[in-house]
C-alpha cells in the first residue's frame, strides 16, 4: 500500500510538471515585467492558491458531478474516510468519470498533433500537422462513436463523454485567448497594471491545471493522493518559474513528452471505462518513461547544436 502511494505520488508530480511546463514558461516572461514586490507576492499567495484552492478544490468538484446523488461534504467525508454506501456510490461511478476524464485529454492531444506548432520529434508529426484540417474531423467521429458505444452501456456514460469534449472547447477557448492576452502583458506600451497581471496569471494557472487534475485520476481515485502529488508538482513548477524556467524552455522536447503522456492517459481513461483494467504503475511508468525519452531527445539535440556552435580549432 504504501509502495503503491509513493509510485503514484511520484508519477502524478512527474506529469504536473511536464504537462505545467507552458504556464511556467508564461509565468516567467509577465514575471519579468513586473517589480520585485509583485513578484514575491504572486509567488507567495499564488503558490496557496495553486496548491490549494485549484489543485485542491477541483478533485472533489469533478467527483461530486460524477456523483450528483451525494453532497460535497459527503464527497469530501468519502475522500478521507471512506467506507459504506458511499464507497459504493462512488466505485459506480468511475467509468463515467473516467469517461469524461479520457475523452477531454484525448482531445488535448489530438488538438497538439493536429493543430499546434511544435517542435517535431518524429516526420510523422510533422505529416500530420499539416493535415490540421481532420482535427475536427476525427474528434467528432471518435466523439459520435464513443457516445453510440457508452449509450448501449449506460446513457450517463454517454452524457460523460459529450461534457468531457465541452470541458476540451472551454478549456482550449481560454488558452489560446491566453496566448493573445500574453502579447498585450509583454508589450512595454501596455496599460495593464501588476494587479491585472497577477490576476491574469492565477486564472492561466486555473485553466492549465485542468489538465494535470483530469489526467490525475488515470493514477488514482484517491483524492488525497492527487491533492498531494500535484501539490507538490505546481510546488516545483513554481520554483522552476523563479530559478530560472529559461534552462528548462531550452529542452524543446518537453511539450512533446508531455502531451504524447496526456494521450496515452486518455487513451487509458476511455480503455477503463469500458472495463479494460490495468495495474497503478501503468500510468506512472507510462509518465516517467515519455520524460526520461523526450529529455533524453531535448538534451541530444542542445549537444548537437553546441557542437555547430563550437569555434573550429
Not at 508564461?26 to 509567488?43: E, Q, S, W
Not at 497503478?280 to 533524453?296: E, G, H, Q, R
Amino acid at each position: 500500500m504504501l509502495i503503491s502511494s509513493i509510485v503514484i505520488i511520484v508519477g502524478l508530480c512527474l506529469f504536473e510538471i511536464i504537462s505545467s511546463i507552458d504556464n511556467a514558461i508564461i509565468n516567467a516572461h509577465v514575471l519579468k515585467t513586473m517589480p520585485p514586490k509583485y513578484r514575491k507576492i504572486f509567488l507567495f499567495w499564488g503558490i496557496l492558491f495553486a496548491v490549494f484552492v485549484v489543485r485542491g478544490v477541483l478533485p472533489f468538484i469533478i467527483v461530486w458531478i460524477a456523483n450528483p446523488q451525494l453532497s460535497l461534504v459527503q464527497v469530501f467525508t468519502f475522500a478521507f474516510f471512506s467506507g459504506g454506501e458511499i464507497e459504493k456510490y462512488v466505485a459506480n461511478s468511475k467509468p463515467i468519470l473516467l469517461l469524461g476524464g479520457g475523452v477531454y485529454l484525448l482531445f488535448v492531444f489530438l488538438a497538439w498533433l493536429f493543430l499546434e506548432e511544435k517542435k517535431y520529434a518524429f516526420l510523422v508529426e510533422h505529416f500530420i500537422h499539416r493535415q490540421g484540417v481532420w482535427f475536427y474531423a476525427i474528434s467528432s467521429i471518435s466523439l459520435t462513436l464513443l457516445i453510440y458505444f457508452s449509450a448501449q452501456i449506460n446513457p450517463l456514460l454517454a452524457v460523460s463523454a459529450s461534457i468531457g469534449a465541452t470541458a476540451f472547447f472551454i478549456s482550449d477557448g481560454f488558452k489560446k485567448n491566453a496566448e493573445e492576452q500574453e502579447t498585450k502583458l509583454l508589450n512595454p506600451n501596455s496599460k495593464l497594471g501588476v494587479w491585472s497581471k497577477i490576476i491574469y496569471l492565477e486564472v492561466l494557472d486555473a485553466s492549465f491545471s485542468i489538465d494535470g487534475v483530469i489526467g490525475a485520476f488515470a493514477f488514482t481515485l484517491s483524492i488525497p493522493l492527487i491533492i498531494l502529488g500535484n501539490g507538490l508538482g505546481a510546488f516545483v513548477v513554481r520554483e522552476m518559474t523563479v530559478r530560472g524556467i529559461d534552462k528548462i524552455a531550452k529542452l524543446g522536447y518537453l511539450k512533446n513528452g508531455a502531451m504524447y503522456s496526456i494521450g496515452m492517459l486518455g487513451s487509458l481513461m476511455i480503455l477503463e471505462s469500458f472495463g479494460k483494467e490495468y495495474p497503478f504503475w501503468i500510468a506512472p511508468l507510462n509518465t516517467s518513461a515519455l520524460l526520461v525519452f523526450f529529455t533524453y531527445l531535448s538534451f541530444k539535440e542542445l549537444k548537437l547544436a553546441e557542437k555547430k556552435t563550437a569555434p573550429i580549432k
